[in-house]
Nanobody, 121 residues
Framework: QVQLVESGGGLVQSGGSLRLSCEAF????????MAWYRQAPGKQRELVAS???????DYADSVKGRFTISRDGAENTVYLQMNSLKPEDTAVYSC???????????????WGQGTLVTVSS
């Protein structure tokens, strides 16, 4: 089994910063793609940022230049540094990872439990 544990959410004022972390635990052989999604009240879940095993990153237009996704392969962890936060960034942020396990079945894709980010104006 593979599980993700997130941390770092909270309340911050507009213009402030937060750093989210998501660490994977379990029978992991390798992690391929890592990503952060968010879902605001009354809205659909959207992809915020992703990073491949080669370090290729992609961002939603709404966060480009403000958010940075990074990964630590040795620690099976993905981070999301969020700067210049805006009230419209308020949402539940969830991490996602896909990869291979050391046991069968090999493939896995798993979600974190979600962490609330609230940006006050």
């Amino acid at each position: 089994q593979v599980q993700l544990v997130e941390s770092g959410g909270g309340l911050v004022q507009s213009g402030g910063s937060l750093r989210l972390s998501c660490e994977a635990f379990g029978t992991i052989l390798q992690i391929n793609d890592m990503a952060w999604y968010r879902q605001a009240p009354g809205k659909q879940r959207e992809l915020v940022a992703s990073i491949s095993s080669l370090g290729t990153t992609d961002y939603a237009d709404s966060v480009k230049g403000r958010f940075t996704i990074s990964r630590d392969g040795a620690e099976n962890t993905v981070y999301l540094q969020m700067n210049s936060l805006k009230p419209e960034d308020t949402a539940v942020y969830s991490c996602f990872m896909s990869g291979l396990k050391t046991i069968l079945p090999r493939d896995f894709d798993v979600w974190g439990q979600g962490t609330l980010v609230t940006v006050s104006s």
